[in-house]
């Protein structure tokens, strides 16, 4: 029986993506490595505990990245839940490589992003990878390899979807000549519209939107902005506000947050029963304007 205090992510509804469904309201599982996403992080029991806990709470899309540790991200998910849930979606990328802490690198060649795939499939122990994400697109390299490259483990099964990051419309419909894409992950929150049209283009398209870096309200949240006013109101925090402004921003947003703290996966998780009245969430629309 489920425990009627735990919180669920079930409210803030669904979304086919690629062959599976996943509730909107997701992880993102770059803050369970070490200090600027380099290395262990200093308690990793308590960080694969965090990824159990999201099954709990009915989450079943992980966000991640060969590039998170690098590996750490993966290595915890794997501990954290393998045998996996038939349900769950395990989005990772490549494309990014380090070589310290804070510090990333485009890699785009054909041959690393494969050998990339790889690896992941290796580390999270599965046979296909449920949504394979090109993490940039590198400039020195043609995008229409890269994009060629995602076509090919596409065909040979070894993904099951495709997604890419950080990028234009017009570079999602260039990738989507040569090979489909369920997804774009793009910076996105109350504090930041730089994604407005790619978000729109998502929309029209049937594309799972990702923001990263989701729960942003920066001076918002401060006494007597838009989102403190939202939070006097409800009672909720900044944070479930931003997260819940997303969900019913549209209905191809997955927003991601990620934390290594349980009670904070609880409270991003409770944002799913939010609900923002047309008032604030055009309160919240012009704020987001301006920003």
């Given at each position: 029986m489920t425990d009627p205090s735990t919180p669920s992510v079930a409210a803030g509804g669904t979304f086919q993506l690629g062959p599976k469904t996943v509730h909107r309201l997701g992880f993102g599982a770059m803050q369970i490595t070490g200090r600027g996403i380099w290395g262990e992080p200093k308690d990793r029991a308590n960080c694969v505990a965090v990824v159990r806990r999201t099954a709990e709470l009915g989450i079943n899309l992980i966000d991640t990245a060969d590039s998170y540790g690098p590996e750490v991200s993966e290595s915890i998910i794997k501990e954290a839940l393998h045998p996996y849930n038939a349900d769950l979606v395990i989005a990772t990328k490549a494309g990014l490589t380090r070589t310290g802490p804070g510090v990333w690198h485009p890699v785009g060649r054909p041959e690393y992003l494969r050998q990339q795939c790889e690896l992941s499939l290796r580390r999270l122990a599965v046979e296909q990878i449920d949504l394979f994400q090109l993490h940039r697109i590198d400039p020195q390299v043609p995008a229409a390899d890269q994009f060629g490259l995602l076509r090919e483990l596409l065909d040979e099964g070894k993904v099951a979807s495709v997604g890419l990051s950080q990028v234009s419309v017009a570079e999602i419909e260039a990738a989507r000549a040569i090979v489909p894409i369920v997804s774009?992950?793009?910076?996105?929150?109350?504090?930041?519209?730089?994604?407005?049209?790619?978000?729109?283009?998502c929309e029209a398209a049937g594309i799972g939107f990702i923001p990263w870096f989701p729960i942003a309200s920066g001076e918002l949240a401060q006494p007597g902005g838009a989102v403190d006013a939202i939070v006097k109101d409800t009672n909720?925090?900044?944070?479930?506000?931003?997260?819940?402004?997303?969900?019913?921003?549209?209905?191809?947003?997955?927003?991601?947050?990620?934390?290594?703290?349980?009670?904070?996966?609880?409270?991003?998780?409770?944002a799913a029963d939010l609900h923002l009245t047309d008032a604030q969430m055009a309160t919240l629309d012009a704020a987001h304007a301006a920003s």
């Open positions: 774009v992950q793009n910076l996105y929150n109350l504090t930041n519209n730089s994604s407005d049209d790619v978000l729109a283009h909720a925090t900044p944070a479930q506000v931003a997260l819940a402004w997303l969900l019913q921003k549209s209905p191809v947003m997955l927003p991601i947050p990620g934390t290594k703290s349980l009670d904070h996966l609880d409270e991003n998780a409770a």
